[in-house]
């Protein structure tokens, strides 16, 4: 029993989690599904009973072989490296939060959710990934409610005993200690507790121990709790206490060391750091060559489209933190690194801000965007490091987020899919189309019984969040028959920031409570979210929702449901019909609660922003089209006002629209629709499967290429960019001659280009010449660039030259020019060092 407790496989698979409850099923529920507290709970005789039983027995050892043979057998991965692909030996992958499961409250939101999912996806294709993180003493808050609708936190502590953590020890058994210098010659000392998520091991290192004083104990006290200085010293933690916990957990495992260390946005930046001074003081690198090493094999991953939600430090914070002793500039906390050259790593536009995003995008040789449109909007927003490039050429890619079908999928549907098509079918993003085999009547009656499950679960929130805002039971009858299991159901939740617009449905209350209240197509309405504890806007709107929904009249159609989180989200995407997301675009990243919804039928009605914008085809929900570019109260209203138009036009017509059978058949087909395209789509496999071929092999061949032959790679990067640096001022593109341009250019038109450029000290392979051919606007500016490569020829009186022969991509007024790129062959874009020359 106690393999099956430690490893949180079993909060993915429904079978253990029966043998859990089989242990004493009316303890279980009272644990809320925890089987480390089921089991400190459980009576010995209990146990000793089960020790007898037979059958109870035959199911906890084929529990037991599951697990075994699902930590053993070969996946994805294991498939690549037979084919012979050079996979990392090793992925070190670094968040500020986890939400693996409701029974390590590690997590505040979809960020730390994404991180689960990634280390879930990443066991089940046999990705050799490690998880870094913190453990929080009380994790993020929880959320109650007061009388009057107000949000209420509360920080309870969770004793490590209690969780399904071990300690990292050493062989002598005595416990693994991490340790960061800190100013005043202080230590600040942490262990590391190992959760284990199947087959990855995720570290979080925990601060509260005897060896630290008062103030350092509390470094992990809370999630995003406490001011910049606090969570300076929690990211120094994450980022150079983290390195050092793999170090220590790969030494005592006797694991390789990780060739690829991945970034879950800016927060643990500071690893890069550490790995610069690990090769500085290791290996005698210089701090340029130890710099082109570590960026080599990093990845650096950005979850925030608006400047202001990025993390930055005051300056003389991090100098603080890093500076010398004495005032030297040689850091005590990373000695042999200069505190000039770490500063400078976070330079942003303002001299006095630190910048964590700058910091991630000067570390990793590859960077990402969480969606589509979310790689655009970030090319944009850290356009300024790459000055005299286009913005489609920042070299920051993307990879749309995707969620955890077993996790997420009710097990009902896993149930299906394993009917369909074996136990991979989610995972693997194939069978898909056996949907279409499915009677419409059996995909009605699952979204029947789930939506049944969730009405059961509304109430029974309802009552306990209603009694911890002072009722009594005599008073709460009537929440025996809020919601009806066959009213159209919609989901709205999230965490509370301004740009969610919480409260857009309540524009116009009145037309909601006559949507809410239609006696022949009603609808309910389900809300959730924690506001940040500083943030009293989003707790009033929350409020707002709250009086809304105390309202006598429909309060058996509305809800708000205080402290959102893992446990409650399930029976939310199991149950929504509708699931609605209505933020600002594009400041939602990508969004992953929609999703899941999809993952069980439930239909988006959304506001094309994030995944929505990439993935939504017209007949898998619907859009709610958006105002950008108007001022944000109009643009509330109109929005608003399309939101309960599609309510009123499209969802409720359609959802009480039945055949002869009491189905609604147009339903039916959208939700088989949302399944059969989005399923493969949303997948956490496939996110995790994009990261390995389009970050993570990339990455550990780049690593692998600047560390061969004692570092000559990191080496020839850093010489050439320092030989790059100093010959910049003299390159020139000096003449660009054309032949053969039409009066009016067509596509397909052919162009002879010539150009007659002055390298200074460089030789022609250490720089690509392109001809860039794009439309002209009035300000005689280039779009819709095309890049093409010229051929080096020879010398001519005015430099090297290079030709080209461009057939132009376009038609209508185009124009050209010439410039020059560095070109190196460990470099992974000719933008990367933001350098180009034009003429
Ligand atoms: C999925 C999830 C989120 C993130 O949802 P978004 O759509 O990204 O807002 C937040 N909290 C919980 C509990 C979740 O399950």
């Given at each position: 029993m106690g393999t099956l407790t430690a490893n949180l496989r079993w909060s993915w698979h429904p079978e253990t989690q029966d043998l859990f409850a089989a242990v004493d099923p009316e303890l279980w529920e009272r644990c809320g599904s925890d089987p480390v507290r089921l089991l400190g709970e459980v009576p010995p005789e209990r146990l000793d009973a089960l020790a007898e039983n037979e059958e109870f027995l035959v199911r906890l050892d084929a529990a037991a072989a599951d697990l075994d043979h699902y930590l053993s057998r070969p996946r994805w991965y294991q498939q690549q490296q037979e084919r012979g692909t050079a996979v990392p030996a090793g992925i070190a992958y670094f968040s500020m939060e986890f939400g693996v499961s409701e029974v390590l409250p590690n997590y505040s939101g979809g960020l730390g959710i994404l991180a689960g999912d990634h280390l879930k996806a990443a066991s089940d294709l046999g990705l050799p990934l490690i998880g870094v993180g913190l453990l929080y003493r009380s994790g993020y808050f929880r959320q109650s409610l007061s009388a009057d609708g107000w949000q209420v936190e509360h920080y309870p502590a969770y004793d490590p005993q209690g969780l399904p953590i071990k300690l990292l020890t050493e062989a002598d058994g005595s416990t693994a200690l991490v340790q960061v210098e800190i100013p005043g010659g202080r230590t600040l000392d942490a262990r590391v507790w190992i959760a284990?998520?199947?087959?990855?091991?995720?570290?979080?290192?925990?601060?509260?121990?005897?060896?630290?004083?008062?103030e350092l104990r509390g470094v992990t006290d809370r999630l995003y709790g406490g001011d910049q200085d606090h969570r300076i010293k929690q990211e120094i933690l994450a980022g150079i206490g983290g390195?050092?916990?793999?170090?220590?957990?790969?030494?005592?495992?006797?694991?390789?060391?990780?060739?690829?260390?991945?970034?879950?946005?800016?927060?643990?930046g500071f690893l890069g750091a550490e790995r610069i001074r690990e090769l500085v003081t290791g290996t005698g690198l210089d701090f340029d060559e130890a710099l082109a090493a570590v960026r080599a094999g990093t990845v650096f991953t950005t979850h925030t489209p608006v400047p202001a939600g990025i993390d930055r430090f005051p300056i003389d914070l991090v100098r603080h933190y890093f500076s010398g002793r004495n005032g030297e500039n040689e850091s005590a906390l990373l000695p042999g690194l200069t505190v000039d050259r770490i500063l400078a790593l976070g330079r942003e536009s303002d001299p006095d801000v630190f910048n964590m995003a700058h910091l991630g995008l000067r570390l990793g040789q590859r960077c990402n965007g969480v969606s589509k449109l979310h790689g655009a909007v970030s090319r944009n927003m850290f356009e300024e490091l790459w000055p005299g490039f286009d913005a489609t050429e920042v070299p920051i890619g993307s990879v749309t987020n995707g969620v955890h079908a077993p996790t997420?999928?009710?097990?009902?549907?896993?149930?299906?899919?394993?009917?369909?098509?074996?136990?991979?079918?989610?995972?693997?993003?194939?069978?898909?189309?056996?949907?279409?085999?499915?009677?419409?009547?059996?995909?009605?009656?699952?979204?029947?019984?789930?939506?049944?499950?969730?009405?059961?679960?509304?109430?029974?929130?309802?009552?306990?969040?209603?009694?911890?805002?002072?009722?009594?039971?005599?008073e709460l009858g009537w929440v025996d028959s809020v919601f009806e299991p066959g009213v159209l159901t919609i989901g709205f939740a999230r965490r509370v920031p301004t740009y969610k617009r919480l409260t857009l449905m309540l524009r116009d209350p009145e037309r909601l409570r006559a949507l809410l209240l239609d006696p022949e197509r009603p609808l309910q309405l389900v809300v959730a979210g924690k506001s940040h504890p500083a943030d009293d806007g989003g707790k009033a709107l929350i409020q707002q929702v709250v009086r809304f929904a105390d309202e006598y009249d429909v309060r058996h159609r509305v809800v708000f449901l205080p402290d959102y989180d893992m446990s409650m989200a399930r029976y939310l995407y199991w149950g929504c019909d509708v699931w609605l997301n209505n933020p600002l675009r594009p400041l939602e990243a990508c969004g992953t609660s929609g999703m899941k919804s999809a993952l069980n039928g439930g239909l988006n009605l959304s506001i094309r922003d994030g995944w929505w914008d990439e993935m939504y085809d017209g007949e898998n929900g619907w859009a709610i089209p958006t105002a950008d570019g108007v001022d944000d109260v109009r643009r509330d209203d109109l929005e608003a006002n399309a939101l309960y138009e599609l309510l009123e036009r499209s969802v409720l017509p359609r959802f009480y629209d039945r055949d002869g059978d009491g189905v609604p058949g147009r339903w039916i087909e959208m939700v088989r629709h949302t399944l059969e395209n989005l399923g493969p789509k949303v997948l956490a496999s496939r996110m995790v499967r994009d990261y390995a071929v389009d970050y993570y092999i990339p990455a550990a061949a780049a690593a692998r290429s600047v560390a061969a032959d004692d570092f000559a790679g990191a080496k020839a990067v850093a010489e050439y960019r320092e030989r790059l640096e100093a010959a910049w001022p003299s390159v020139r593109v000096a003449q660009v001659d054309t032949e053969g341009l039409p009066e009016v250019p067509e596509i397909g038109s052919r162009l002879a280009v010539t150009a007659h450029v002055e390298l200074g000290a460089l030789a022609p392979d250490d720089v690509e010449v392109q001809a860039v051919i794009g439309r002209v606007g009035s300000d005689d500016s280039l779009s819709d660039i095309v890049s093409i490569p010229m051929t080096h020829t020879g010398k001519g009186s005015f430099g090297e030259v290079f030709e080209a022969d461009v057939r132009l991509p376009l038609a209508g007024p185009v124009g050209y020019t010439v410039r020059v790129l560095p070109h190196h062959d460990l470099l992974a874009s000719p933008a990367e060092f933001g350098m180009v020359r034009l003429p």
């Open positions: 284990q998520i199947g087959r990855v091991p995720l570290l979080l290192l925990d601060s509260d121990i005897a060896s630290n004083d008062e390195v050092r916990a793999v170090r220590a957990y790969t030494r005592i495992a006797g694991l390789p060391d990780p060739d690829v260390f991945h970034m879950n946005e800016g927060h643990a997420w999928a009710a097990r009902e549907w896993l149930a299906l899919a394993d009917r369909l098509a074996g136990p991979d079918l989610v995972e693997e993003s194939r069978g898909w189309e056996l949907l279409q085999t499915v009677d419409a009547r059996e995909l009605w009656e699952m979204r029947n019984t789930l939506r049944s499950m969730l009405v059961e679960e509304v109430r029974r929130r309802l009552r306990n969040s209603w009694i911890e805002r002072g009722a009594t039971e005599a």
